[in-house]
């Protein structure tokens, strides 16, 4: 009989900021999310958080269950989500709300799925979006937390996650976690097609925690409206997102955006060229991150920059700056090695492009594949590294 004796974060996501649009507030909603388990236990711990909101949330009610595909759970499995004693609870401006333990049977490769119901007017200020082959959720008018089914006239789907940010279960000592920290590439798809990879290589020990939004720079961030919700800086950010329970390795792939947000104040107000970092900041910045994450005890990984030709603020400096600090990234003795993702995704004649299959269309962002190919990579890499 196994014993589960540690806590280990099974999932996980980053807490940034959501888009500000007129109808930033919701009421009377319930948001479901399907999560992979990767490992066998006994309970489970559940935090919410509301670490970019400006005002506090009660979370009404919360439950977790089997899921029985897509929209639907297995109600036989329906367990009430406590937080201290009491089914609803309250988090504040910026604050995390950790719910009670959770007595659950759970499998290894089972799909779990998270409800929880907004009853009051809230601000859907935390959030992120993600995506990926095991990264979708629903949301339904009404508290339908226990419902088998969402109806499917007030249902529809979405891939922002507001306010779950991690899910901790009891498990055995064997088991630990890997975080995936980075921007819009490390959000999309490439972190669920490792934890499948490492799933299909019989690495069974290691969970894919994504600490990922999209938009995000390592040394700036926006502080206007128009794009807040392209998230914190690193310096805001990291200490933060390594609250992982039993992590012990990180792997980070940034830096795309502070190469080439900055336009100049003449074509955009928000976007000054004094944001554009020299390659010494750059480093900078990621020897900040990397000292960080020895504090907690990781081991550290570095993935390379993908390519950006094409893209519309592409220009010779910009490549320049991405190959100088991609050249940092693959030679530094800080790190316990690195993920040479742009080597898997670009062309060989034209490496300052993607190959041919592995553009999403807008020249920055991979395409599935090419995600997937991402994914494996990071897979074979770590194989023999995550024991």
Same mark, same amino acid.
């Given at each position: ?14 807490? $940034? ?27 489970? #711990? ?227 060229? $004094? ?54 990234? #693959? ?28 553009? $999403? ?5 991979? $395409? ?20």
């Amino acid at each position: 009989m196994n014993e589960y004796t540690k806590w280990v974060s099974m999932w996980g996501n980053a807490m $940034s900021i959501a888009e500000h649009k007129a109808e930033t507030y919701s009421k009377n909603i319930t948001l479901r999310y399907p999560v992979y388990a990767p490992f066998d236990g006994s309970a489970l #711990r559940i935090t919410f958080d509301n670490y970019c909101g400006t005002e506090a949330v009660t979370i009404d009610r919360a439950s977790i269950a089997v899921s029985a595909g897509d929209k639907s759970i297995d109600p036989a499995t329906v367990t009430a989500v406590t937080f201290g004693g009491q089914t609803a609870g309250l988090m504040g401006a910026g604050e995390m709300l950790v719910s009670d333990e959770i007595p659950f049977t759970v499998r290894a490769g089972s799909t779990l799925t998270v409800s929880f119901y907004l009853k009051d007017y809230s601000l859907m200020r935390s959030a992120t979006l993600i995506t990926g082959p095991l990264s979708k959720g629903f949301y339904s008018m009404g508290d339908v937390c226990e419902a088998e089914i969402l109806p499917l006239n007030s249902t529809r789907s979405t891939n922002w996650f507001y306010f779950l940010n991690t899910i901790d279960i009891l498990t055995e000592e064997k088991n630990h976690a890997l975080i995936c920290y980075g921007d819009s590439i490390t959000a999309q798809d490439w972190p669920d097609y490792l934890a499948l990879s490492l799933r299909d290589k019989g690495i069974l020990n290691t969970s894919v925690i994504r600490r990922a939004a999209s938009g995000t720079r390592i040394l700036r961030q926006y502080e206007c409206i128009t794009y807040e919700s392209y998230g914190l800086m690193g310096a805001n950010r990291i200490p933060h997102e390594l609250n992982v329970t039993g992590a012990d390795a990180i792997l980070i792939q940034q830096g795309i955006n502070d190469i080439i947000h900055p336009v100049g104040t003449e074509v955009n107000p928000f976007r000054p060229m $004094s944001d554009l970092p020299t390659i010494e900041e750059m480093i900078a910045g990621m020897v900040y991150y990397i000292n960080q994450c020895r504090k907690q005890g990781l081991q550290v990984y570095l993935g390379t920059l993908l390519p950006i030709f094409g893209w519309r603020t592409y220009a010779p400096f910009r490549e320049e700056l991405k190959n100088d600090f991609n050249d940092w990234l #693959r030679h530094t003795a800080l790190s316990d090695g690195c993920i040479d993702f742009d080597a898997v995704v670009r062309d060989c004649d034209h490496p300052e492009a993607f190959a041919a299959g592995y553009d $999403s269309g807008d020249h920055l962002h991979p $395409s599935a594949a090419a995600y997937q190919a991402m994914g494996e990579a990071a897979s074979q890499f770590l194989s023999g590294k995550l024991i």
